[in-house]
């Protein structure tokens, strides 16, 4: 599902079921760069052709980032007239390129920890290797990303790459006069681009290190936002909806150090990814649709988070009691007054 939003759509192509986490990991760090995540899951299951779909949904998109694995994924019933035998990824990538899109490819190594998958036909491999071969030879530059951190730091990187263009065509302009003056001043030109280059670089580890701890801050604040919110209707006269959220901001960006305009704009997004991150527990992702306003669904993800701390062995009773209580504030949000109270009441036993 794509919520409406004013920032740059960028469509994430991958092979669900050898990437989906990786894609999962891109998309979370498109949105904390500015950009509005999009893609379409593909398991091989669907019937009819997929195309139209995928051409209305990249028509929409500034540009895509396109994570070449191993696998081949599904494809069309039969092959595409200007494209030949491909699957819907690398159709993604290339109909993209077709309408004038910009394409980011980043190339997946074998020693990546892609998702576990049955391994495909060795005609799929085949056609699947071709297809990466020819994309290293028209791409030129590429290095096959080995982890997760690797993959983190190269998509960070794509904030900076028409500035990275132009500043690259200005520093050839200037070497080009230059060469037409003396020799020497090549040399020169060389050793500022080293210097330049390993500055970037080191701008660019701190702000991974940087984003790194405010998405970890951010995943901290929707797991302590129900309980602030809770804390603050007790103490907060009158039902003035705006004046709690704003205090709850405020409380929460106080706790986390992070400036409350900032956590306001940002938590809903992240609370939105964390919804659906194969790595968050059920409590998380409880939390993270409270934060999103999706009540029902944080109840249902509540109710069912306690009954993995009480089905547990040894159980945990203190993560259930947690999830019970959170599952009342959800219903209480929802006007289920007499439910709320039977969460609160088991969460008391």
């Not at 398991?43 to 500034?62: K, S």
């Not at 595409?80 to 159709?91: A, C, I, L, N, P």
């Not at 074998?110 to 799929?124: M, Q």
């Not at 929460?252 to 919804?275: C, S, W, Y």
Request: glycine share 6%; with cysteine; net charge neutral.
């Amino acid at each position: 599902m794509q919520s409406v939003s004013q920032r740059p759509l960028i469509f994430v192509s991958a092979v669900t079921r050898e990437l989906e986490s990786a894609r999962q990991l891109v998309a979370n760090t498109l949105t904390f760069l500015g950009y509005e995540p999009a893609w379409q899951d593909l398991f091989g299951t669907e019937g009819g052709d997929l195309r139209e779909l995928l051409r209305q949904r990249i028509d929409q998109c500034n540009g895509v980032v396109q994570l070449v694995g191993h696998c081949y994924g599904a494809e069309p019933p039969k092959p595409d007239e200007k494209f030949g035998r491909v699957s819907y990824t690398q159709y993604e990538a290339l109909y993209a390129r077709e309408r004038d899109k910009k394409v980011w490819y980043l190339f997946i190594d074998p020693n990546f920890p892609a998702d576990s998958c049955a391994e495909e036909p060795e005609e799929e491999r085949e056609l699947q290797t071709a297809y990466r071969r020819r994309l290293e030879t028209d791409t030129h530059l590429f290095h096959p990303l080995t982890s997760r951190e690797a993959l983190e730091a190269s998509v960070l990187k794509l904030r900076d790459d028409l500035t990275g263009l132009r500043r690259g065509a200005k520093r050839w302009a200037a070497a080009v006069a230059l060469l037409l003056v003396m020799s020497v001043a090549l040399g020169l030109w060389l050793l500022l681009g080293e210097r330049r280059t390993q500055r970037e670089v080191g701008e660019t580890k701190q702000a991974l290190a940087s984003m790194t701890a405010e998405m970890s801050q951010l995943r901290k604040g929707i797991v302590e936002f129900p309980h602030v919110e809770a804390q603050v209707r007790q103490n907060q006269r009158g039902n003035d909806a705006t004046a709690v959220q704003d205090k709850v901001y405020a409380e929460l960006a106080k706790q986390l150090g992070i400036d409350p305009k900032t956590l306001r704009e940002k938590l809903p997004q992240f609370a939105d990814q964390l919804k659906r991150a194969s790595d968050a527990s059920s409590y998380e992702r409880a939390t993270a649709a409270y934060v999103a306003r999706d009540f029902a669904e944080a109840e249902r993800l509540a109710t069912l988070a306690t009954n993995q701390a009480k089905e547990a062995y040894p159980p945990k009773p203190g993560e259930a009691i947690k999830a019970l209580e959170l599952a009342g504030w959800a219903t209480q949000q929802l006007v289920h007054s007499s439910d709320a109270l039977r969460h609160f009441r088991a969460a008391e036993a």
